[in-house]
């Protein structure tokens, strides 16, 4: 098994190379947004059998295609950024509209 994580502004892709049963590679994604519900962490997407559990030849082509499934779900459900790394927005005092020195 192999996995990978990437961070596109508040999501995170979650990719996985699972061992198949009868050989091969099982491609699984799953999206967590990070500041979801009551700012935690929810489980916005998941599919364990990408592919309709078709299984890859290797490792390395499980996670690139669990990868792309995960940044294709971001790009067509939640119009989130994909590739581009994003800079925090400024922290703000409470209610006052000023902006705190990093």
């Known amino acids: 098994m192999q996995f990978a994580e990437q961070d596109h502004g508040d999501f995170r892709v979650y990719g996985g190379a699972l061992d198949g049963r009868d050989g091969g590679y099982r491609a699984a994604v799953v999206v967590v947004r990070l500041h979801g519900h009551r700012n935690q962490p929810e489980i916005v997407y998941r599919d364990e059998r990408i ?3 078709h299984p890859f030849a290797s490792a390395d082509a499980a996670l690139k295609h ?3 499934a995960g940044r294709t779900v971001l790009r067509s459900r939640f119009d989130a950024p994909v590739g581009a790394r994003q800079e925090p927005p400024p922290q703000r005092w409470p209610f006052s509209g000023v902006v705190l020195a990093s």
């Open 51 to 53: 592919a309709a559990g």
């Open 66 to 68: 669990a990868m792309d």
